[in-house]
């Protein structure tokens, strides 16, 4: 039977990490756009706007105890593309270290300025001086999974052993923090351990807060801050999206009625899912709240699964780039912009056109 009969001919959409405009723009319309364009500014200092720095400290930051420890970036892989940038220069044998599967962008940073790869998931007594951990360590990470107290205690303490360096890329942590198991973060465990390592969080507020604004707060210790400094030279990022962020912040009410709202879409969408996950007995790699699923695809590769997705009306991320060696064992599945009914019903077909012979059920006569 052809599993689009009947069926609504539109695409369904698990590819796309956002979470709609129309979603969220009744928090977005209530900012005071006025106040944001009166200030009339084309620059500010190097190190982002002072209004939302100081925010940051005040109601954000693990490590950051003064404005002069933060600096904002155009989103985190801007920060991310200049913090690798400085650390190659100071550290030439430096290679990025990162817990899989990881974000693909920061794998085509690295490999655009020349710094090697290599993957791991136990980092404890392999890691060399040069190295740098990259690690997004909450549930909205690409696995899914949120590192817990005692791995992050685990993973600071080998970084800290090696003289490593260490980013920690805080993507969603706005989402994550009514998780109660929680941790503070990798990159305060480190700075506690050891006040001159090199080491940074990277919190973006883009998707999360206003799409499209493309902000990260950066903060850290002083020696990696200070790398940074050397090689920012844009002279304050994008003003206006700066402070159209600070001033949702701004009122702690309106921001937690903004994040309640976008939870509760996921948690709707993942919920869909793992309805339509039980029905063919195929469960995906991780359940839990954030943005992503990861479907395997063990008998099959990822990227002719991703087509067979693609063919019954389902827009899939192929999950190789994922990992750094680009083995192709999963798809990766998004939970945010698609409504609820359409995520179930895209798993449903998506089921279908993916799971192995013994997966499927038997047909009835």
Known sequence: MDPTAGRESRAFDLSRGEIPWGVVSSHLECLDAGAVLRRGFNYSSPDGLEDLRELFVDRFATCALHVDDTLVTGGALGALDLALRALLRDRPAARLVVLEPTYRE?????????????????????????DVVYVVSTFNNPDGRTISAAERDHLAAAVVEADAALIEDAAYDLLAAVSPDLAPGVCAAVTRRRGNAWALRLMSFSKTVVPGARVCVVEGSAGALAAMRTVKFDFGTSPVACALVT???????????HLALMRERLECGHAAADQAFRAWHRPPSVVGAGYFLWLPSSHMSSTEAAGRATAVGVRVSDGAPFFVDHRPTHLRLSMAWE??????????????????????PEETP
Not at 247 to 257: I, K, S
Not at 341 to 359: F, K, T, W, Y
Request: charged share 30%.
């Open 106 to 130: 920061a794998l085509g940073i690295a490999r655009g300025i020349g710094l090697p790869v290599v993957g791991w998931n136990d980092l404890a007594g392999v890691l060399r001086r040069d």
């Open 247 to 257: 001033e949702l912040v701004r009122d702690p009410q309106t921001l937690d009625r």
């Open 339 to 360: 409504p609820a009914e359409r995520i179930h019903e895209a798993c449903l077909r998506l089921e279908q056109s993916v799971a192995a012979p013994n997966d499927l």
